[in-house]
């Protein structure tokens, strides 16, 4: 019976607490109790890099590297320069998670119906679900890593349509003719012609058949070169500028006129909404903490 086995046991137990010093032996002397293992730490992701504490994995910043160097083979551009290309592919992959993290701080968060109506459409456009896991495979996606990225291309383009919404359909304007050389000594050869009484049209026409020199209306912000946008903003109707260079040669101006209020051609609108973002970004990134991986 299970007490007869007990049984010797406990006059063991009773002889030795005995024995000791004061009977039972103390807690101090007894050996110290097994303690129990915490559960292992979570082994840290690494990442490429940190921006305001949130990690860009460095296996998602391998892959879009993959993607990128694909692209421009596609292209006809190979990547040579493989410091070059992953700066890139870095900077715009934390471009994207500082519009992403701005869409959360005003209030906008990706469902998972949302997420999932996204990726049904992408299954329709591509005919199936087969096609989508084909696509996947041939552009270094996992089906998780493909919805990580979807859900934050999703979050980024909200957060620019926030941003471009707030460019106004109208600005000031200005209606400019040039003429364009790519030599200084001629440039300067013309603005003499001018000077001595020669007509802008005419010469603008020699110079450039086909549009007459017109480059029509544009605001503030919209042309690649600001020495000749200031130029042009700077003139009063009807005058003429001194030569200006830019990256593409040296411009000759003529004021044709100006509006306060004209509305933005499509053009220009998706130009200053697209200035506008880089803007957003460039001064997030100054508030900003970004860390890159050594």
Known sequence: MPTLRVF???????????CSPGGLIPASETAAPTETAS?????????AALVNGEGIPLEAFNDELVRYKQAQELLGTPVTDEQA???LVLDNMISNLLLSQGAAENGFAVTEELLNEREQALVSQLGSP???????AENNYSGESFRVALRQSIAVAWMRDEIAAKIPQTAQQVHVRQILLYNEEAAQTVLARLQAGEEFETLAAFYDPLTRGDIGWFPRGYLPFKSVEDAAFALMPGATSEVIASEVGFHILKLIEVESDR??????????QEQAVRDWVSQRRQQSEIILAP
């Open 8 to 18: 010797p046991i406990l006059i063991v137990f009773l002889f030795l607490a005995a």
């Open 39 to 47: 559960p292992p730490t979570p082994t840290p992701v690494p990442v």
């Open 85 to 87: 290309a992953a700066s």
């Open 130 to 136: 087969e096609a989508l896991a084909k696509w996947l």
């Open 263 to 272: 509305p933005l051609s499509p053009d220009a609108l998706l130009a200053l």
